[in-house]
């Protein structure tokens, strides 16, 4: 069965610095990634996915991630981060039963 | 651009209590998702439903969780005799392929007292 991890619960960076949230799966295949966002009080919103094709996918509000099969990594950055941005960020994977699985989601704070 | 809708946003019950959580599907998607999310812990899938029946549930769907779209268009979720552990916010997610990316909505937080 697919999992999930993200080593990272909680990160804390300046507003205009660099960010990178890590994720890493496990699964046999070649899997469907996704990164989903949740503002408090909010639903997921999906920033990006990746099933096939080029590794660097763009996604929504400046965000990419770049899919690593060597390191069985899939991990969202962002040049430079807005107060906007501080929200809880999820991990997820699609195995062959077409389930999501994600992970247990990295928490950011954006500070002034 | 369509979005996935539910109601209510918050539901407060009593343990013991039978509730009905909604959701409006994008109009054209096919397969239906319920997941849930305890407080401070992962999301965690439910049950997926397509053509009118369950494709696949959890070992947490057990016998007092259904599922059903009664009229076409809501997509449901009953609880049949709350406990304090089912205190989650509860999203439902719907796609118009199998392998086509979720679309969440913003989710029925329920608290059982």
């Known amino acids: 069965a697919q999992s999930v991890t993200q080593p990272d619960i909680h990160i804390t960076v300046s507003e205009g610095a660099s960010l990178e949230l890590r994720c890493n799966y496990s699964?046999?295949?070649?899997?469907?990634l996704f990164w989903y966002v949740q503002s408090p009080g909010q639903g997921l919103q999906l920033l990006l996915k990746y099933f096939s094709g080029d590794t660097l996918v763009q996604g929504i509000k400046g965000f990419e991630a770049e899919f690593k099969r060597s390191q069985s990594s899939f991990n969202l950055r962002k040049p430079s981060v807005h107060w906007s941005d501080a929200a809880e960020y999820f991990c997820?994977?699609?195995?062959?039963?077409?389930?999501?699985?994600f992970g247990k989601g990295t928490l950011l704070t954006v500070n002034p | 651009e369509p979005e996935v809708t539910q109601t209510p946003s918050h539901q407060v019950t009593q343990m013991g209590q039978e509730v009905i959580l909604r959701c409006v599907p994008i109009s054209n998607h096919l397969y239906f998702y319920w997941y849930r999310q305890i407080l401070g812990q992962k999301v965690e899938f439910l049950v997926s439903?397509?053509?009118?029946?369950?494709?696949?549930k959890s070992e947490i769907f057990d016998d007092q969780f259904s599922v059903e779209r009664p009229d076409g268009s809501n997509f449901t979720l009953k609880i049949r005799s709350t406990k304090l552990e089912d205190s989650a916010m509860y999203f439902c997610?719907?796609?118009?392929?199998?392998?086509?990316?979720?679309?969440f909505g913003n989710g029925t937080r329920l608290t059982v007292t």
């Open positions: 439903f397509y053509n009118n029946e369950i494709s696949e």
């Open positions: 997610a719907t796609s118009w392929r199998e392998d086509s990316p979720l679309h």
């Open positions: 699964y046999g295949a070649t899997p469907y």
């Open positions: 997820a994977v699609v195995g062959s039963n077409y389930k999501l699985t």
